[in-house]
């Protein structure tokens, strides 16, 4: 009896933790211009919509150029926007004067601005 009073706590615990953190977005497959697939997520809020690599950075898609690329923050006044930074996703850039965002910073930079 007391064996199966165990099992059944363990359980209780395990399967709990398991369902108290949301489940994560699946990644989906999007198409460079080029024909290359990258794997991204797809994430909305506030009406912003954006991407996030395996890796956490932000990713917005450029129409003109018909890729993904690493996104780039714009403030404006207490508003910020996502534009396209002309660096595909998956190319390193040498440049000091563009880090990629992250989903982290991001969402750090929405709360400061929602105050």
Known sequence: MQTRFMVFIITFAITGAASATPPARPAQI????????????????????WF??????????????????????LEDGDQFKLLPSGVKVGEKTKS??????TQRELLKLRNKKSR
């Open 52 to 73: 996030v690599t395996h890796r956490g950075e932000v990713v917005v898609f450029n129409k003109q150029s018909g890729n993904y690329e690493y996104a780039r923050v």
């Open 96 to 101: 000091t004067e563009f880090s990629t965002t």
């Open 30 to 49: 999007f198409n460079q211009s080029n024909g290359d697939q990258i794997h991204l997520q797809r994430m909305k809020a506030d009406g912003l919509q």
